[in-house]
């Protein structure tokens, strides 16, 4: 399994899989899977290349979820090494894509081989869900398998998505959850005049700036055992001509929350209004959910992780709902538990993008452990 987590990396590196691009990843996944027992389905929306494998029928359904698409590489002369050759130096092996995430694809892959070599006939059925579009929209990659999947009421039990997930050491991270986030656009409407004569004219910046210092006071939530307190950032904040002598006639301000399950989308909303109104701001005001919370807690998928990395690394890992939004918002919709464990992520598309030779082996043993915790005692 050691080898085979080494060398399927090596090969999925090979592949120039820039976003939306698959460059054959999923072909090459595809027939591995095929030879293993798998039904595939490929789904295809505009430019991106989706696969739904499942092997058996049988609950619980535990599904290995992932993308083959990566980031640019960035100046390729700053590389020490070609960043599509998969190169070995000082027990690391580098190239794009190393631990974000082809990485946890070939380990995947590794561990499933090895658990169905011991038992051919699992308690319980086993899938995949890939996708080349969670680097760049995620408008044509996994929510387009989500709903074909919640179209024919097909619902996942557990689902472990590869995100590279440890900080110092590999096992010492998994995330049972990602906060949501909401964008909002502003805007204050004021009246354009000559700024020698300000009682012609109304100041938007300065008829929003009470409200501004508000809203960055305010205690959305306190959070929860999970999450930390919700945050309201300004991402961006626009006014005036250009000119030094007119006062602008509307402030555009773009915002975000960072927001957690204790709050709803609706309350967050209602709060901003009621904040913008009791300022007396004439507004427009538009939203955008970029991504809801989701949570998986104790029990279950975390608890059976947790001990497969214990078992593997004699490290218990810290459980963290941090960082930016991931394919799991959208699994979660069909999926009742949803946990992201994968390697070492300091490098994530950097230069010299790299993973442990050593972590390969242990992410697959780790992988191959929560198969056997969920589907040989189901």
């Given at each position: 399994?050691?080898?085979?987590?080494?060398q399927?990396?090596r090969?999925?590196?090979?592949?120039?899989?820039?976003?939306?691009?698959?460059a054959?990843?999923?072909?090459?996944l595809?027939?591995?899977?095929?030879?293993?027992?798998?039904?595939?389905?490929?789904?295809?929306?505009?430019?991106v290349?989706n696969?739904?494998?499942?092997?058996?029928?049988?609950?619980?359904l535990?599904?290995?979820?992932?993308?083959t698409?990566?980031?640019?590489?960035?100046?390729?002369?700053q590389?020490?090494?070609?960043?599509?050759?998969?190169?070995e130096?000082?027990?690391?092996?580098?190239?794009?894509?190393?631990?974000?995430?082809?990485g946890?694809?070939?380990?995947?892959?590794?561990?499933?081989?090895a658990?169905?070599?011991?038992?051919?006939?699992?308690?319980?059925?086993?899938?995949?869900?890939?996708?080349?579009?969670?680097?760049?929209?995620?408008?044509?990659g996994?929510?387009?398998?989500?709903?074909?999947?919640?179209?024919?009421?097909?619902?996942?039990?557990y689902?472990?998505?590869?995100?590279?997930?440890?900080?110092?050491q590999?096992?010492?991270?998994?995330?049972?959850?990602?906060?949501?986030?909401?964008?909002?656009?502003?805007?204050?409407?004021?009246?354009q005049?000559h700024i020698?004569?300000?009682?012609?004219?109304?100041?938007?910046?300065h008829?929003?700036?009470?409200?501004?210092?508000?809203?960055?006071?305010?205690?959305?939530?306190?959070?929860?055992?999970?999450?930390?307190?919700?945050?309201?950032?300004?991402?961006?904040?626009?006014?005036?001509?250009?000119?030094?002598n007119?006062?602008?006639?509307?402030?555009?301000?773009?915002?975000n929350?960072?927001?957690?399950?204790?709050s709803?989308?609706?309350?967050?909303q209602?709060?901003?209004?009621?904040?913008?109104?009791?300022?007396?701001?004439?507004?427009?005001?538009?939203?955008?959910?970029?991504?809801?919370?989701?949570l998986?807690?104790?029990?279950?998928?975390?608890d059976a992780?947790?001990?497969?990395?214990?078992d593997?690394?004699?490290?218990?890992?810290?459980?963290?709902?941090?960082?930016?939004?991931?394919?799991g918002?959208?699994?979660?919709?069909?999926?009742?538990?949803?946990?992201?464990?994968?390697?070492?992520?300091a490098?994530?598309?950097?230069?010299?993008?790299?993973?442990?030779?050593?972590?390969?082996?242990?992410?697959?043993?780790v992988?191959?452990?929560?198969?056997?915790?969920?589907?040989?005692?189901?």
């Open positions: 399994m050691t080898r085979k987590a080494l399927y990396t090969e999925l590196i090979a592949r120039r899989s820039l976003t939306p691009e698959d054959g990843c999923q072909d090459w595809g027939e591995k899977l095929d030879r293993l027992g798998f039904t595939l389905e490929t789904v295809r929306s505009g430019a290349i696969l739904w494998a499942r092997r058996g029928t049988a609950a619980p535990l599904c290995f979820a992932g993308h698409d990566v980031v640019p590489t960035g100046p390729l002369e590389w020490h090494s070609d960043p599509f050759t998969p190169t130096r000082d027990g690391q092996l580098y190239g794009r894509g190393a631990a974000d995430m082809k946890s694809i070939a380990a995947f892959l590794a561990a499933v081989e658990f169905l070599a011991e038992h051919p006939e699992p308690a319980g059925s086993i899938a995949w869900l890939i996708t080349s579009d969670e680097e760049g929209p995620a408008v044509d996994t929510a387009k398998v989500v709903e074909r999947l919640a179209a024919r009421n097909e619902l996942i039990d689902c472990i998505v590869g995100e590279p997930t440890c900080v110092s590999f096992g010492d991270m998994m995330k049972n959850g990602r906060r949501g986030s909401l964008h909002g656009r502003l805007r204050v409407n004021g009246v005049a020698a004569y300000p009682h012609l004219g109304k100041n938007p910046i008829l929003a700036a009470p409200a501004i210092a508000e809203l960055a006071e305010t205690v959305w939530d306190a959070g929860n055992e999970y999450f930390p307190p919700t945050t309201w950032q300004i991402s961006n904040l626009h006014s005036g001509t250009g000119a030094m007119v006062i602008p006639g509307h402030a555009d301000i773009a915002f929350f960072r927001f957690s399950t204790a709803t989308v609706d309350g967050l209602q709060r901003v209004r009621a904040i913008l109104d009791r300022h007396g701001l004439d507004y427009d005001l538009t939203w955008e959910l970029g991504a809801k919370p989701f998986t807690p104790r029990g279950g998928l975390v992780l947790a001990a497969a990395i214990i593997t690394t004699r490290i218990s890992p810290e459980l963290s709902t941090t960082g930016g939004t991931s394919d918002r959208f699994i979660a919709d069909i999926a009742r538990e949803v946990v992201e464990f994968g390697p070492i992520n490098s994530i598309h950097k230069i010299d993008e790299h993973v442990g030779i050593e972590e390969l082996a242990q992410l697959a043993q992988y191959q452990g929560v198969l056997q915790r969920l589907l040989v005692s189901a």
